[in-house]
C-alpha cells in the first residue's frame, strides 16, 4: 500500500513536471519574442536619425544561419505549405517546418519519458503494468489542460507569445494524439493482466461497473476523434468534423470526469474544463458585445465579382480600432447556420469620434479617434460556405444580418522595415492592402522605417483586378505613393495579351508567373536597411518565396508568412 502511494505522489509529481516544462517553454519564446519586438522597435527608432538605414542592412551571421536551417527551414528540401494530394478530392496536408518539428518531436519525448521513467522494470508484470496505468492514466488527464487550451481562438499565449492560431493548431493536433495513445495505453495496461489472469469474461463483467464503463466510453469517443482527424477526412467533410469533434470532446469529458474523481489528477480537468467554459463563455459575450448596439446589429452587403468572388461589406453595430494583419470570423445564420469561417480583413472606412462633440451635435474635429465603422472582406469562391455565399450573393444581392467574432491576429509590425517586398497571390491580396495603406500614412508622418515598398499581385484574369478596384484606387490617390510604392501585377492566364498594359512605371502588369528569386534577389540588391518579405497566397508560392528569402547572401531579410491552415 505504501508502495503504491509512493508512486501516485511520484506521478503528481512528474504531472507538475510536464506544466514547469511547458512554462519553462513558454518563458523561452517570451524571451526570444520580446527580444525581436524590442530590436524591431529600436531599429524604428534608430530610422529617424539616419535616414540611410545602412547598419540595418548588414546582416547578423548567426541570425541568418539561425533562419536558414530552423526559423525558416521546411522539414524537407522546400516544401512546407504546399499541400500533399493524392488527387483532387484527397488532400494529406502539409508538412510542418523544421522548427515545427523540433517542438513536436520534443512533446513527443517528454511525454514518452515521463511516461516511463522511474517504473521497476524488474518487478512482477501485473505490478509493472499497474504502475504504467496509472502513469499514462494521469499524463493524459494533465495533458488535457493545454489541449484545450491550445483550441481555443482566446488563447491568451497567442497575443503574449505572438505565436499565430495556426501554430497552436497544429501543436493541439499533435498533442491531441498524444492523449488519445496515452489513455489507450492506460486501457491496454489494465486490460492486459487482468485477463492473463481471470479471462475475458471477468474482464467484461468489471468494465460493467459505473468506474471502468466511463473509462471505456472516455477512451471509444477518444478513439473516434482519433480515426475522424487525419487531414484526408478533415478536409473532405470539415463542418461534420468541426460539429462531431466538439461533441466527442465533450462527451470524452464528461466521462472523465466521473472516472477520476477519486484521484489527484482531477484538479487538472477541473482546470482545463474551466478554462475552456470561460473561452467559450468570453466568446459569446464578444459575439453579444460587437454585434448588438441601441438597437442596432451588424449587417453584410454582398456584391458577387468577376472570377467566382465576393466582396462582403460589413455595417458594424460598434466600431472597433483596425490596424492591419487583422482578422475575423463571419457567421451569416440565413447561410452558415450558426458555423463561422474565418477570412482576413481587406479594407476598413473609419469616422472620426469625439464624444463632447457628438453630445453637442457638433461635427468631430478635435481630438479624434479613429474607429472602424465598416469593414470589408474579399472570399473567393470554394465549397461549402464560401459556394453558398457565393450563390446567394448572385440571387439576392443586398444586406442580410451577420455577426463577426473578433478582431484577431495583428501579430506582426511592418513598421521597423526599410524595404517590404509583399507577395500576394489571389484573394491574398487582402492581408497587404491594410499594410500598403498604413505604411503610406506612416511614410507621410514620418512614423515608419518604409523607403521601399514594391507589391507582386499574381491573377488568373484581368477582371479579377475589380475585386479591389474602389480599395486600390484610393491608394494610388494617397499622397506620397509615387514615392514608397510600387505595383507589380502578373497575369498568368490573360485572355488577350492587350489586356496586360502597365498603365504608369509605378504601376505595372506582365503576362505569366513571376520570377521569384529575380525579384527578391533585386530588392535584396537596392535595399534600404532591414528588408521584410510578407507572403500572403498559395503553399506554392509561399514556398517559392521562402526558398528565395533562405538563398538570399549579403543581407537582412525577414520572411513572414500569413497562412491558416485546418
Not at 105 to 115: E, G, H, K
Not at 467 to 477: A, D, F, K, Q, V
Not at 490 to 498: I, K, L
Amino acid at each position: 500500500m505504501a508502495f503504491d502511494k509512493w508512486y501516485d505522489m511520484l506521478n503528481d509529481e512528474l504531472c507538475y513536471a510536464t506544466l514547469w516544462i511547458m512554462a519553462c517553454m513558454i518563458v523561452i519564446i517570451f524571451a526570444w519574442q520580446t527580444s525581436l519586438q524590442l530590436s524591431s522597435h529600436l531599429r524604428r527608432l534608430a530610422t529617424f536619425t539616419d535616414h540611410s538605414q545602412q547598419y540595418h542592412r548588414i546582416p547578423d551571421s548567426r541570425m541568418v544561419w539561425l533562419k536558414q536551417h530552423l526559423l525558416y527551414a521546411p522539414l524537407l528540401r522546400t516544401r512546407h505549405n504546399e499541400e500533399w494530394q493524392l488527387s483532387r478530392a484527397i488532400n494529406m496536408g502539409t508538412l510542418p517546418s523544421r522548427l515545427h518539428t523540433f517542438l513536436l518531436t520534443l512533446f513527443v519525448v517528454m511525454n514518452v519519458a515521463l511516461c516511463t521513467t522511474t517504473l521497476p522494470y524488474a518487478s512482477e508484470e501485473s505490478t509493472v503494468a499497474g504502475l504504467i496505468r496509472n502513469r499514462t492514466g494521469y499524463m493524459a488527464t494533465v495533458n488535457l489542460f493545454p489541449l484545450l487550451v491550445m483550441a481555443g481562438r482566446n488563447n491568451p499565449l497567442i497575443p503574449l507569445l505572438r505565436v499565430s492560431f495556426d501554430t497552436w493548431n497544429l501543436i493541439h493536433r499533435w498533442l491531441g494524439r498524444i492523449v488519445v495513445l496515452e489513455a489507450l495505453a492506460h486501457v491496454i495496461a489494465w486490460l492486459v493482466p487482468k485477463v492473463q489472469q481471470h479471462g475475458w469474461s471477468t474482464a467484461f463483467r468489471v468494465l460493467g461497473k459505473p468506474f471502468m464503463f466511463n473509462g471505456l466510453m472516455c477512451m471509444l469517443a477518444m478513439l473516434v476523434i482519433l480515426v475522424q482527424s487525419p487531414s484526408p477526412i478533415r478536409h473532405a467533410f470539415y463542418e461534420t468534423f468541426l460539429h462531431l469533434h466538439i461533441a466527442l470532446a465533450c462527451i470524452a469529458i464528461g466521462f472523465i470526469w466521473h472516472h477520476v474523481y477519486r484521484y489527484s489528477c482531477r484538479y487538472y480537468l477541473y482546470a482545463a474544463v474551466a478554462f475552456w467554459a470561460c473561452e467559450r463563455l468570453t466568446r459569446l459575450l464578444i459575439l453579444v458585445y460587437r454585434n448588438y448596439s441601441a438597437g442596432h446589429h451588424t449587417t453584410a452587403t454582398l456584391e458577387p465579382l468577376p472570377g467566382d468572388a465576393v466582396r462582403v461589406t460589413l455595417s458594424l453595430a460598434r466600431p472597433w480600432t483596425f490596424s492591419p494583419g487583422q482578422y475575423l470570423f463571419l457567421y451569416i445564420p440565413s447561410i452558415s447556420g450558426w458555423t463561422s469561417h474565418p477570412f482576413s480583413v481587406a479594407w476598413s472606412e473609419t469616422t472620426t469620434l469625439n464624444p463632447n462633440l457628438l453630445e453637442k451635435g457638433l461635427e468631430p474635429t478635435t481630438q479624434p479617434t479613429e474607429k472602424a465603422t465598416s469593414i470589408s472582406l474579399l472570399i473567393r469562391r470554394r465549397t461549402g460556405f464560401t459556394d453558398r455565399l457565393y450563390k446567394a450573393a448572385l440571387s439576392n444581392p443586398g444586406s442580410v444580418s451577420a455577426l463577426v467574432e473578433g478582431p484577431y491576429g495583428n501579430l506582426h509590425s511592418l513598421d521597423s522595415y526599410g524595404t517590404l517586398l509583399l507577395f500576394a497571390g489571389g484573394v491574398g491580396i487582402t492581408h497587404c492592402l491594410p499594410f500598403i495603406r498604413h505604411l503610406i500614412q506612416g511614410f507621410n508622418e514620418g512614423t515608419v522605417a518604409a523607403r521601399r515598398v514594391t507589391l507582386v499581385w499574381i491573377i488568373q484574369s484581368p477582371e479579377h483586378l475589380e475585386w479591389i478596384r474602389p480599395w486600390m484606387t484610393s491608394i494610388l490617390g494617397m499622397e506620397g505613393r509615387r514615392e514608397l510604392l510600387q505595383i507589380k501585377l502578373f497575369v498568368t492566364r490573360p485572355r488577350n495579351p492587350r489586356d496586360v498594359q502597365s498603365p504608369s512605371a509605378t504601376v505595372q502588369m506582365f503576362s505569366g508567373r513571376p520570377d521569384t528569386r529575380t525579384l527578391v534577389e533585386g530588392e535584396a540588391w537596392t535595399q534600404v536597411g532591414a528588408m521584410g518579405v510578407v507572403v500572403c497566397g498559395g503553399g506554392a508560392l509561399s514556398d517559392d518565396v521562402r526558398k528565395c528569402c533562405r538563398g538570399v547572401r549579403g543581407s537582412t531579410v525577414y520572411y513572414i508568412e500569413e497562412a491558416f491552415s485546418w
